[in-house]
């Protein structure tokens, strides 16, 4: 095992994946009232969507510690990998990356190279998996950590929320922009730009909303085929209804479409939709 590929609980890839492919996750914690549990393993998306739909419970998230990174690449390195390529939920978002370069400083860092994906689920994901494809190729640490770098930058994403509220209460969005989804009653479309979560549009209907996520995604794609996963919380018709398009739209060299885990959903709230693509061009 030369290079061995670790990633986060945000990056939400299929059932069965990691495990499959032998990528590590450390989990990020989750806090629902006086419940906290690690995300994916105590706490899942059906415990979030339960505690959301009761307005009086709190949910709330923090990231893994520099000590549990340390000890996923003490392990990891122990177990024979000659070195690791750790990718993460984006540092604008999230202390994860962060605390994942304290901990690869700490162990060692001319074997562990720390990528910040700049982006969060199967933005993440994608890059995930590039890294995992290129270190089963055989390929050195700076090619894998190169592969994840590359799935990155060419990845976009956008969203759709149904209030910019958790959003803004949790600082991954200014108030002011917040003010602006909310005061005028309308669906609020938003993408990640460098890492953060930016407006993009406001709609009037749920439907147009959705349409316009297709729309801005079938752009981001371009000629060639792309990469895509469509996401939701509690809201599997819709993301049905938006993969669907996709497919009649554009070309899907993979369409993933999953609920999304309990981490982003406390941030995003209820009814969120979300697309995300990688080009395979460019």
Known sequence: MPVAVVTDSTA?????VAAARGIRTVALEVRLGDRIGREG????TAELTAALADRKLDAQTSR????EFAACYEQTLRAGADSIVSVHLSSELSGT????RIAADQVDPTRIRV????SAAMGLGFAVLAATDAATSGQSGAAVEYAAA???RRCQAFFCVDSLDRLRRGGRIGAAAALLGTALAVKPLLHVEEGRIVPLEKVRTTARATQRLVDHAVAAAGDGPADVAV?????AERADQVARALSERMTTSRLVVSEI?????????LGALGVVVVPKNG
């Open 12 to 16: 939400y890839l299929p059932p069965g």
């Open 41 to 44: 393993i105590e706490i899942g």
């Open 64 to 67: 893994p510690s520099p000590a």
């Open 97 to 100: 990356w962060e605390a994942a």
């Open 115 to 118: 990528v910040d994906s700049r």
């Open 150 to 152: 590359s799935v990155a």
């Open 231 to 235: 996401h939701h919380l509690a809201a």
């Open 261 to 269: 885990g309990a981490v982003i959903g406390a941030h995003v709230g």
